[in-house]
């Protein structure tokens, strides 16, 4: 299996997919560990704090074990506040072209794998559409140039929605919005036309009120085109999203409530959300770099100018330094009305609209 930094080297230089990796399908186990040590300096121009903070962010490790068609294939992260899984599944390849996993898992939703290239990816991962993980199985299949995923998940990585030290964004309970994810089914089909990946995805489950007892749909889909031109990446992405408004869900304010890293926020039950993002690498290949990967990353998402609701935009601006497994992410994030960037959530108003903006440098050694 591929550690996070692989996929990371990956996509930063313009490989679309994962690929899988060649299993030699023997009786002997093979165990791999790996990790990641990070510190990160960020500034804000809405906090009171002129200096900014430069401090301890991380310490993961991976643990992959194969043995014969079977994988274990599993990530935890230490935070300062809380601690995380990140992954953790178990799995079976039938073939090189057939591969299941259950445990908590990727969902494949949107482009693979990450619809960003920057350190804090894009607004759709705010949204819980970019590096969520859930729990469930997922079976991939490659035909040709084609790539499918079909799976289920019953809920998300931790089932206690008022759990909110997490990695992934999901669906939080809040005074006032007492919800919790209920099972969702996912399907996505990635065709590879060239250097080039056209794709669309699908979701649709259940949401429950933890007070009320009563169940609500939501429904997700996108278009997405991942191309590579030369030394450019070219991402564009268009997602419709509704989470059912009720009062019985506590979701009849056109609100409902996400969270991870220890803090919830509300974000719009319903929006389309449109990505453009663009990055070129820069080939060095000296003693202090191997390359150099400079990006802009754009989302908008639009609310339809229901009550209690605005639009939110997310522009992240910056260049990762790479030299072996040495990752310098140098991020300008500006945002108007995002949670993120100093707004209140996502499509949320809650008075005067503002550009706020942040510098965040994260140096990280993946090992």
Same mark, same amino acid.
């Given at each position: 299996m591929f550690s996070?930094?692989?996929a990371v080297t990956l996509m930063l230089s313009g490989v679309l997919f994962i690929p899988t990796k060649t299993v030699a399908f023997s009786d002997e186990t093979n165990v791999e560990l790996?990790?990641?040590?990070?510190?990160?300096?960020?500034?804000k121009d809405y906090d009171d704090d002129s200096d900014g903070a430069f401090d301890f962010e991380l310490?993961?490790?991976?643990?992959d074990i194969t043995k014969g068609k079977w994988f274990v294939d599993s990530q935890f992260r230490f935070y300062q506040t809380f601690n995380a899984v990140h992954h953790a599944e178990v799995g079976y390849n039938f073939d090189e072209s057939n591969r299941l996993a259950v445990g908590v898992s990727q969902v494949p939703f949107g482009i693979s794998p990450y619809a960003s290239h920057g350190f804090w990816f894009g607004g759709t991962y705010y949204l819980g559409f970019e590096d969520d993980y859930d729990t469930g199985a997922k079976w991939t299949k490659t035909t040709g140039d084609w790539t499918f995923d079909t799976a289920y998940f019953f809920n998300s990585e931790y089932d206690d929605s008022a759990r909110y030290g997490r990695y992934s964004f999901d669906v939080a309970s809040i005074d006032g919005s007492d919800n919790k994810e209920d099972g969702h089914g996912n399907f996505r089909a990635q065709y590879q036309w060239g250097d080039h990946v056209i794709g669309a995805s699908v979701q649709a489950g259940k949401f429950r009120n933890r007070t009320t007892g009563k169940k609500g749909d939501h429904?997700?889909?996108?278009?997405?085109?991942?191309g590579n031109f030369d030394s450019w990446n070219l991402q564009l992405q268009h997602i419709y999203y509704d989470f059912e408004a009720a009062p019985e869900l506590q979701t009849q304010n056109n609100r409902i409530a996400m969270s991870a890293f220890d803090f919830p926020f509300e974000i719009a039950a319903e929006a389309n959300v449109t990505s453009f993002n663009l990055a070129k690498t820069f080939e060095v290949g000296n003693d202090f770099l191997d390359k150099v990967v400079c990006y802009n990353d754009f989302t908008y998402t639009a609310t339809?100018? @229901?009550? +209690?609701?605005?639009?939110s935009i997310q522009n992240v601006t910056g260049c990762t330094l790479i @030299?072996? +497994?040495l990752y310098t992410y140098v991020d300008w994030i500006a945002g108007k009305n995002m949670w993120f960037a100093g707004g209140p959530g996502i499509g949320i108003y809650?008075?005067?609209?503002?550009?706020?903006?942040?510098?965040?440098?994260?140096i990280g050694y993946y090992f």
């Open positions: 996070k930094v692989t790996g990790g990641a040590v990070r510190l990160n300096y960020g500034w310490f993961a490790v991976d643990v429904v997700a889909a996108a278009v997405h085109f991942d339809q100018n @229901k009550p +209690g609701l605005t639009d @030299k072996d +497994g809650e008075g005067p609209e503002k550009w706020r903006s942040r510098l965040n440098i994260n």
